[in-house]
């Protein structure tokens, strides 16, 4: 399934996060593409938070990887936008991660090609006009992501 959102302001792209975390079984994993600045780390914070995680999202920039633990939920928030080569991943324990319980969101996947575990979800996110255009993908229906669309 593919389910292509336009969302005017940040506040949209945020319920958007909580409701696609209502989808996340333990061990998904999601890509999060798009350019710089336009919403991959926004979106990451929000489907964390639906995640219920109470402690503050902080931005991977150069961390690489911050990992929270929520009530149901083991999540791992990488940033590969400063990965120099996919074999560097190893070193962020990419392996120990990647273990069927952690929820893994992957900003930057296209660094980390050949060395990233395959992908359940896939979101693209665009500048549209006025806001954002997000294509979320993967392969089954997303009953929260249609109910977020028929809101
Ligand atoms: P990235 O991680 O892709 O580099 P960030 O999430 O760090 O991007 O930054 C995205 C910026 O875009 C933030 O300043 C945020 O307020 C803004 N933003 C997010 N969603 C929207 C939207 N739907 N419309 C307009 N601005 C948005
Ligand atoms: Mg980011």
Same mark, same amino acid.
């Given at each position: 399934?593919?389910?292509?959102?336009?969302?005017?302001?940040?506040?949209?792209?945020?319920? @958007?996060?909580?409701?696609?975390?209502?989808?996340?079984?333990? *061990?998904?994993? #999601? +890509? !999060?593409?798009?350019?710089?600045?336009? $919403?991959?780390?926004?979106?990451?914070?929000?489907?964390?938070?639906?995640?219920?995680?109470?402690?503050?999202?902080?931005?991977?920039?150069?961390?690489?990887?911050?990992?929270?633990?929520?009530?149901?939920?083991?999540?791992?928030?990488?940033?590969?936008?400063?990965?120099?080569?996919?074999?560097? @991943?190893?070193?962020?324990?990419?392996?120990?991660?990647?273990? *069927?319980?952690? #929820? +893994? !969101?992957?900003?930057?996947?296209?660094? $980390?090609?050949?060395?990233?575990?395959?992908?359940?979800?896939?979101?693209?996110?665009?500048?549209?006009?006025?806001?954002?255009?997000?294509?979320?993908?993967?392969?089954?229906?997303?009953?929260?992501?249609?109910?977020?669309?028929?809101?």
């Amino acid at each position: 399934m593919e389910y292509r959102i336009h969302l005017s302001d940040e506040a949209q792209m945020c319920a @958007l996060g909580e409701a696609f975390a209502l989808e996340l079984e333990p *061990g998904a994993v #999601v +890509l !999060l593409k798009g350019d710089l600045g336009s $919403g991959k780390t926004t979106f990451a914070g929000s489907v964390i938070r639906g995640l219920g995680c109470a402690s503050p999202v902080v931005s991977p920039t150069y961390t690489l990887v911050e990992e929270y633990i929520t009530i149901t939920h083991l999540v791992c928030h990488f940033d590969l936008y400063r990965l120099n080569d996919p074999n560097e @991943l190893e070193g962020l324990g990419i392996r120990d991660r990647c273990d *069927g319980k952690r #929820v +893994l !969101l992957i900003e930057w996947p296209e660094n $980390g090609a050949g060395a990233l575990p395959q992908a359940h979800w896939e979101v693209q996110i665009d500048y549209a006009d006025l806001g954002r255009t997000v294509c979320i993908q993967g392969g089954r229906p997303a009953k929260a992501i249609e109910a977020f669309i028929a809101s």
